[in-house]
């Protein structure tokens, strides 16, 4: 199968142009939860491709504004490269979207749930058992704990995901990075010390950029309710077993709208298969 038969194509694909700022990228950023922005400049001769500008990027230059400092090079593929070999490089390379180009001219962007689209239409190999390529080593956190302590947890754990449990250490529910962007309150323009303190409305509140697992909100402060993280998981979860296929894998995480599907034995919680362990999958 070949990368064009899987990929976004570019009359879809979201980009900032050259010149422009940060603020640009930001808007794509956290409103559409993208975690990198494909960078083009128009020209006489058409629209070409220059880079990818990451959360990454901005949190590493914060006092960068202008596009053209910012943007950098990253792993590129062809329409007709083989989707598989170009799965192995996002694994790799830990790229999520990896730009489709013909020369300087962008054709379309692969992201990892375009691969796994391709997985769960049985489209590329899906009958190795998630049991084999699963995360054995699971973030979980509390019913109660409030939730700018599990944004702190999903930050050290450096992975995009908590699960949740219950009194009875059973399985309670999930919260994931992007359900933290989506409560988190953004406040421009305020002074701050960069220490973490409750205001007055019991929410944190840091001077800086904050960063979320691997992706990030650059922003002068950001809040973050204190609430129990009860109150923002999903409480309604589907799982999947040990002898389960990537193929049902991928075709549940489709379905659902998630990166991420709990891996149980019965009743207990033995592991997680994300969705990049899908595409790690083709090569067991």
Not at 151 to 156: D, H, V
Not at 238 to 251: E, F, G, L
Request: proline content about 4%.
């Amino acid at each position: 199968m070949k990368v064009a038969d899987a990929m976004t194509r570019g009359e879809e694909v979201v980009t900032v142009s050259l010149p422009g700022t940060r603020d640009d990228v930001l808007e794509y950023l956290q409103e559409r939860g993208f975690s990198s922005v494909p960078v083009v400049k128009e020209t006489d001769e058409g629209t070409k491709y220059r880079g990818l500008i990451s959360r990454e990027d901005l949190i590493e230059h914060p006092d960068e504004d202008q596009l053209a400092v910012l943007v950098r090079e990253v792993p590129t593929a062809s329409a007709d490269d083989d989707l598989e070999a170009v799965a192995a490089t996002m694994v790799s390379e830990g790229a999520r979207r990896i730009p489709v180009v013909d020369g300087d001219a962008i054709e379309g962007i692969l992201t990892v749930t375009d691969v796994v689209r391709a997985i769960a239409r049985g489209d590329i190999d899906g009958e190795t058992e998630v049991g084999d390529v699963a995360a054995r080593d699971v973030n979980t956190t509390y019913v109660d704990v409030p939730l700018h302590i599990v944004e702190r947890e999903i930050f050290y754990a450096n992975v995009p995901y908590a699960v949740v449990l219950d009194d009875e250490a059973s399985l309670a529910g999930i919260v994931t990075e992007v359900d933290i962007i989506e409560v988190a309150r953004v406040v421009e323009g305020e002074a701050g010390t960069g220490d973490s303190v409750a205001n007055q409305d019991d929410e944190w509140m840091w001077e800086g950029i904050k960063a979320v697992g691997n992706r990030y909100i650059p922003t002068r402060n950001v809040e973050i309710p204190a609430e129990p993280v009860s109150k923002f998981m999903t409480d309604d979860l589907v799982s999947v077993a040990t002898r389960a296929t990537a193929k049902d894998a991928a075709q549940t995480m489709i379905r659902e709208d998630i990166e991420q599907i709990p891996l149980v034995s019965g009743d207990e919680l033995i592991g997680v298969v994300r969705d990049i362990n899908l595409l790690e999958a083709l090569y067991e």
